[in-house]
Nanobody, 122 residues
Framework: QVTLAESGGGMVQVGASLRLSCAASGRTASMSVMGWFRQGPEKEREFVSGISSSGTSTYAGDSVKGRFTISRDNTKNTVYLQMNSLKPEDTALYYC???????????????WGQGTQVTVAS
């Protein structure tokens, strides 16, 4: 079993930055890829960003490309999402997820965190 715990959300103004953290515990060796999803008010859940186990392969969705950066520190079993130039449309509940491969991460992650709220005020 793997437990994911997000932190770092909050309310900020347009243009501000936030860094989300996702600390993993348990059988972390089973997680090849980790990533972030978000779900805004009355919106579909969106796959925002992902990172491979080594950190050498990353993905960022078109809506966040150039503004959000994903990274990981395997010594701490932690994945980060650095969010810059935040916009009101970035307002959402952000979830950390983990899976054994990229396909499962995008479609049916094995593990989910509880979520952390990000609100961007205009």
């Amino acid at each position: 079993q793997v437990t994911l715990a997000e932190s770092g959300g909050g309310m900020v103004q347009v243009g501000a930055s936030l860094r989300l953290s996702c600390a993993a515990s348990g059988r972390t060796a089973s997680m090849s890829v980790m990533g972030w999803f978000r779900q805004g008010p009355e919106k579909e859940r969106e796959f925002v960003s992902g990172i491979s186990s080594s950190g050498t392969s990353t993905y960022a969705g078109d809506s966040v490309k150039g503004r959000f950066t994903i990274s990981r520190d395997n010594t701490k079993n932690t994945v980060y999402l650095q969010m810059n130039s935040l916009k009101p449309e970035d307002t959402a509940l952000y979830y950390c997820a983990a899976a054994g491969n990229w396909y499962r991460l995008r479609n049916t992650p094995e593990y989910w965190g509880q979520g952390t709220q990000v609100t961007v005020a205009s």
